[in-house]
C-alpha cells in the first residue's frame, strides 16, 4: 500500500479510537452529573453525586442514528405488544448515518416526568457549519422523534423537554450559553397554552487553559482536564478523583490511558507529517526543528524512519 495512504488510514484509525474513547468518558453517570447541575434547571444546586441515580439507563453512545425515520426502533414482544424505543440495534446496518454522540433519559424530581439529553463533543468549533444550526436541526429531531415512541397520534402534551449540550474544545474562552424558545408579544398579550421550554440547546465553550477550581467554571475545569491534550494521565486522574470526588474504576482509568496515548500518537503522526513535508521541499533539519518545535536530534530520526518509504 502506499505509504501516504497506509499514514492515513492508521491515522483515521487512531482518530476514531481517540473520538470514542472521548465520548465513553464523557457518558459517565458521574461525569454527566456534573453536566446537568450546570445545564438544567432542574438540577441547579444539587450535588452532583445525588443526580446519578436519575440518569436512567446506560446512555447510548453513537449508536443512534440522526436522520429522520431512523431515531426510532419498532418490534413485538412475546405478547404481540409494539414496542418503540431508541434504535440502538444493528448499528452497522445503518453504517455512515450520522448519530447523536450520547443520549439518554433522566427522570425528574418528582419521579414522574423524563427529559431526553444529548450530548455531542467537537475538537473545536467547526468552520464547514455554523455550529448552532447543526444543533436547532440536532433538537429538533429530539422532539419529532418522540412521534409514536414517547407520545402518539396527536398527544402532543406528553413530548418530552429536551437538551441538546454541545461542548466544544480549543475555544479562546471559557463559556456557557443556553438557546431556547422564547415569545414577543406583537399586540395586546395572549397565554397561549404550551410548554416554551421544550427545546434547549446549551453549548459549552472549553479552552485549553484548564481555569481554577472555583463554582464558576467548576464544569469547565472538570471537563478540561478529562479532556486535556496537555495533562498526563495521573494528572487527569488526580483532579477528577480527588477534587470531585468521582470514583476511578479500572475501566475509566483504562479509558483516560488509551486516550492519552492515543492522543500523543496522532500528535506525533502530525509532527512527522510536517517535518516530511518541509524536508521533501528542501528546509534542513535545524530550520524544521525552530519552524516545529522540537529538537534537531527529533527531526533527524524522523526524516531516517521515513525517508527510505520516500524512495
Request: charged fraction near 25%; glycine fraction near 4%.
Amino acid at each position: 500500500m502506499n505509504t501516504e495512504i497506509a499514514n492515513a488510514v492508521n491515522a483515521a484509525g487512531d482518530k476514531a479510537q481517540y473520538d470514542t474513547r472521548v465520548k465513553r468518558l464523557l457518558a459517565q453517570k458521574s461525569i454527566l452529573a456534573h453536566i446537568l447541575v450546570k445545564t438544567v434547571d432542574e438540577f441547579k444546586g444539587m450535588k452532583p453525586e445525588d443526580v446519578v441515580k436519575y440518569i436512567e439507563g446506560e446512555p447510548s453512545i453513537s449508536v443512534v442514528p440522526v436522520e429522520p425515520g431512523l431515531a426510532n426502533m419498532e418490534k413485538t414482544d412475546a405478547t404481540g405488544q409494539r414496542i418503540v424505543g431508541l434504535n440502538t440495534e444493528n448499528a452497522e446496518i445503518n453504517e455512515g448515518l450520522v448519530r447523536f454522540d450520547i443520549i439518554f433519559y433522566v427522570r425528574m424530581k418528582n419521579g414522574l416526568s423524563q427529559i431526553i439529553v444529548n450530548i455531542e463533543a467537537q475538537k473545536d468549533e467547526p468552520t464547514e457549519y455554523k455550529i448552532l444550526n447543526r444543533a436547532i436541526f440536532y433538537v429538533s429531531r429530539l422532539i419529532s422523534s418522540q412521534k409514536e415512541r414517547d407520545f402518539v397520534n396527536t398527544n402532543y402534551d406528553d413530548i418530552k423537554q429536551v437538551f441538546s449540550i454541545w461542548i466544544c474544545m480549543n475555544m479562546d474562552d471559557n463559556s456557557l450559553s443556553h438557546i431556547h424558545l422564547t415569545k414577543d408579544e406583537m399586540l395586546k398579550p395572549c397565554n397561549w397554552k404550551g410548554n416554551l421550554d421544550l427545546l434547549n440547546i446549551v453549548l459549552i465553550g472549553i479552552t485549553n487553559e484548564i481555569p481554577e477550581h472555583d463554582e464558576k467554571y467548576e464544569m469547565h475545569r472538570l471537563i478540561g482536564a478529562l479532556l486535556s491534550s496537555e495533562l498526563k494521565e495521573q494528572e487527569k486522574l488526580d483532579i477528577i478523583e480527588h477534587e470531585y470526588n468521582i470514583p476511578i474504576s479500572q475501566e475509566f482509568r483504562e479509558d483516560v490511558s488509551i486516550m492519552c496515548n492515543l492522543s500523543q500518537g496522532i500528535e506525533d503522526k502530525a509532527i512527522a507529517k510536517i517535518v516530511m513535508n518541509m524536508y521533501k521541499i528542501g528546509y534542513t533539519p535545524n530550520q524544521i526543528a525552530d519552524a516545529v518545535g522540537v529538537s534537531v536530534d527529533e527531526v533527524e530520526a524522523i526524516i531516517k524512519k521515513r525517508e527510505p518509504a520516500m524512495a
